[in-house]
């Protein structure tokens, strides 16, 4: 049988699966794209989840020539020789770097003078989100949308169609556990249908077990995704029920989920919903996600429990949290304050906090803020008393 990822890969915007919210009749992307206005563009998502696909459409759909590369692999003489090529056409080409977040700093300035006179589209994709590992300048040329993973009733539906052309039989049960093991990879997908296929005119649920014990990524089972496991883990976490987290936390390992994906998603929770109420979750939790990285399943369920006991059992602060939520959301809302000179590189008026016993009483922003509110719950109570005992020691006025 034909390669069915290949067969039935999307060729034009309509054939897209999923991904509503860019290429809906009246969003943004496909109204870039449809008038031929668009500017660089990074997308980022899940594995399967259609970025490089979505790439190569809108490269047929502009008449592009298309150059796939990989940012791992990417060699600057090879753009070199392509923007030479191109340097006095009438078309411009459109590079695709997948891994984008893997790109150099010197891989970054070689694209720069092409971004910025268009001599080039620019796209790239990555499970992660590049924003972080691309430079300033890269951003300020460029978008980054995010792609999401392909929900269970899109993938139903886009294999429903492939079973009816391609005239696969194929039991109830086995089709739910295919959709749904699958993880939103329509790709890992499509080649577990195409190895059961291989095998036999009719699928069984048996047959598919056989070839995928565990759901990739996914400790779900078929009628529930490792999303809302991992939800309701995190939710019986936080609100300190030992034995609902433990349930929980094997549903997923019995699902198949990798210890990996659990123990960061612990992590996550240490600094959310813990913080500095107990501040040794967090190295916990690190210790946890170093540990299950090194010995895997079966014993890796091990050091996962304790965490799990051990966090649900700690007191709770979401303080961190809000905090950095306030701050940003503030930011976004267009606050933005000089640095006050005397805090500046080199400034002479800064006054050294350590010739002053450890605190002196000086300005660090231009303008009174309070984005920190501490619940005084667990250790936070003793960071409070440490800082109204710091902040009251010395009365210095202020610059």
């Not at 030479?84 to 695709?96: G, Q």
């Not at 996962?304 to 940003?328: F, G, R, T």
Request: proline share 4%; with cysteine.
């Amino acid at each position: 049988m034909l390669n069915l990822a290949l067969k039935y890969r999307p060729k034009n915007l309509n054939e897209i699966i999923g991904q509503s919210h860019l290429l809906g009749k009246d969003a943004i992307l496909r109204k870039l794209i449809e008038n031929n206005k668009l500017s660089h563009i990074f997308f980022y998502g899940s594995t399967g989840c259609g970025k490089t696909t979505l790439a190569r459409v809108i490269a047929s759909t502009l008449q592009y020539p298309f150059y796939e590369m990989n940012a791992t692999t990417l060699k600057i003489e090879d753009l070199r020789k392509i923007f030479k090529e191109y340097a006095n056409a009438l078309i411009k080409p459109l590079i695709f770097i997948d891994e984008i977040h893997r790109l150099s700093k010197n891989q970054q300035e070689v694209l720069l003078p092409f971004m910025e006179n268009y001599s080039a589209i620019i796209m790239g994709a990555s499970t992660e989100n590049p924003y972080y590992s691309l430079t300033s300048a890269i951003r300020s040329r460029s978008h980054t949308f995010e792609l999401k993973s392909i929900s269970l009733k899109d993938m139903s539906i886009y294999l429903d169609k492939i079973l009816y052309k391609e005239k696969i039989s194929i039991e109830d049960k086995a089709k739910e556990y295919l959709v749904s093991s699958s993880a939103g990879d329509v790709r890992a997908m499509l080649n577990l249908l195409e190895t059961a296929s291989n095998i036999s005119t009719t699928i069984t649920y048996k047959m598919i077990k056989e070839i995928r014990p565990h759901s990739m990524q996914a400790g779900s089972s078929e009628s529930e995704s490792h999303y809302e496991l991992t939800s309701a883990m995190i939710k019986s976490i936080r609100g300190s029920d030992i034995d609902a987290s433990i349930y929980y936390l094997a549903r997923l390992i019995d699902g198949g989920e990798p210890a990996e994906f659990i123990a960061r998603r612990l992590s996550i929770l240490s600094s959310e919903d813990i913080g500095n109420a107990n501040p040794n979750a967090i190295n916990l939790a690190s210790s946890t996600l170093n540990i299950v990285k090194h010995t895997g399943y079966p014993e890796a369920r091990i050091s996962l429990s304790q965490l799990v006991i051990y966090l649900a059992s700690s007191p709770k602060s979401n303080s961190a949290y809000m905090a950095i939520n306030l701050a940003l959301k503030s930011i976004e809302d267009g606050e933005i304050y000089p640095i006050p000179n005397h805090i500046k590189t080199h400034a002479k008026e800064y006054l050294y906090p350590h010739n002053y016993n450890g605190w002196v009483k000086q300005s660090y922003i231009s303008k009174p803020m309070n984005f920190y509110k501490t619940k005084q719950i667990g250790f936070e109570k003793q960071l409070f008393q440490w800082h109204e005992k710091i902040t009251h020691i010395n009365h210095n006025s202020v610059l």
